[in-house]
């Protein structure tokens, strides 16, 4: 090969890649709640913003948003939120402090349900989660659309934690003439302690457990991350997804079907079996046979060792 080619050789990659490209993904948020939410957006530190870091969604609206290869970041959403005298837009919840509808690069003061992900990332996989580690304010379902791997499937917090929250990490705010709960606060912002916040002598996994809190948590929505080193059960990948959509208060009556029957279809064909981790979307009280509220279901099924757990905790302090 001759010198000359190689300028030649060089330009057709280059022009390989941007024609072809590398695939990005499509961010559909869809607001089934029956107010207002305004999503909010932050991208990490070095990764190009999306066209938009914060908007309204009115109920049964939805909207999507194109993201780079790579990009990284977390999304979730604000409540009761409006404009003061003074004009500038506060959150009774999520509020991210900009004082306007954008964020414009500032993160959710918690509590708050999260949507993280990490597209491209080892492997050339996405990895996703919703986090609950910094507290909790709504129902959250993320669904790749498409896409595959044995851990590809649907994740979040359906059930609403809001009224099942302990009374020590409740957020309580006047509507209309009477007090409600809002979100529900994280044991660390709560109590501001390193057991809690797996900081200082518990800043490793050997040395920060599950709390009697989180794992009220865990109980109510097993796939949602719970603590800081709750990986093995609330961390999830997909390989060639085009997009995933985020739901803010998602039916508790939907098991994502869709989604369960792409795994089996997949396991049939290629004649394995995955975990029934892998295959089944279940949510411990998401599913309401008997006319009960999801609230109610998620009081019902707290784990009963964790509330013996604190109130154990509770006499010991």
């Known amino acids: 090969m001759s010198a000359s080619t190689l300028p030649l050789i060089s330009l057709a990659i280059v022009f390989h890649f941007l024609v072809v490209g590398v695939d990005s993904a499509t ?8 107010y207002t939410v305004w999503p909010g957006i932050l991208s990490n530190a070095g990764v190009p913003p999306l066209p938009t870091t914060g908007f309204s969604l009115q109920p049964g609206e939805s909207r999507s948003l194109d993201a780079p290869p790579s990009w990284g ?43 993280e992900f990490t597209l491209d990332g080892a492997g050339g996989m996405d990895f996703f989660d919703v ?7 709504l129902p959250m379902l993320v669904v790749p659309q498409g896409g595959s791997g ?21 957020v309580t705010t006047a509507i209309d003439g009477g007090e409600s709960a809002v979100a529900c606060r994280s044991a660390c912002e709560a109590f501001k302690e390193e057991q809690f916040c797996c900081s200082g002598a518990y800043g490793t996994p050997d040395t920060c457990k599950p709390s009697v809190y989180s794992q009220i948590f865990k109980s109510a929505c097993p796939r949602a991350y719970s603590y800081a080193y709750d990986d093995k059960s609330s961390t999830f990948t997909c ?3 085009p997009g995933y959509s985020i739901t803010f208060c998602p039916s508790p009556n939907t098991s994502q079907k869709s989604s369960q029957e792409r795994h089996s279809t997949e396991t049939t064909t290629s004649g394995t079996n995955s975990s029934p981790q892998d295959t089944t ?37």
């Open 27 to 34: 961010f559909t948020m869809i607001n089934k709640c029956d």
């Open 73 to 115: 970041g977390r999304f979730w959403g604000r409540t009761h939120c409006s404009e003061d005298s003074a004009g500038k837009f506060v959150c009774t919840t999520g509020d991210c402090g900009s004082g306007k509808l954008e964020c414009s690069g500032a993160g959710a003061a918690p509590p708050a349900t999260l949507a």
């Open 131 to 137: 986090s609950l580690v910094d507290g909790y304010n």
């Open 150 to 170: 044995d851990n590809c499937t649907s994740t979040g917090c359906v059930v609403d934690l809001n009224g099942a929250c302990p009374s020590q990490l409740r």
């Open 239 to 241: 390989s060639n997804s």
């Open 281 to 317: 979307m279940v949510y411990e009280g998401a599913f309401d046979r008997s006319g009960s509220t999801p609230t109610t279901c998620a009081h019902v099924l707290m784990s009963v060792s964790a509330w013996i757990a604190l109130a154990a905790w509770r006499l010991r302090g």
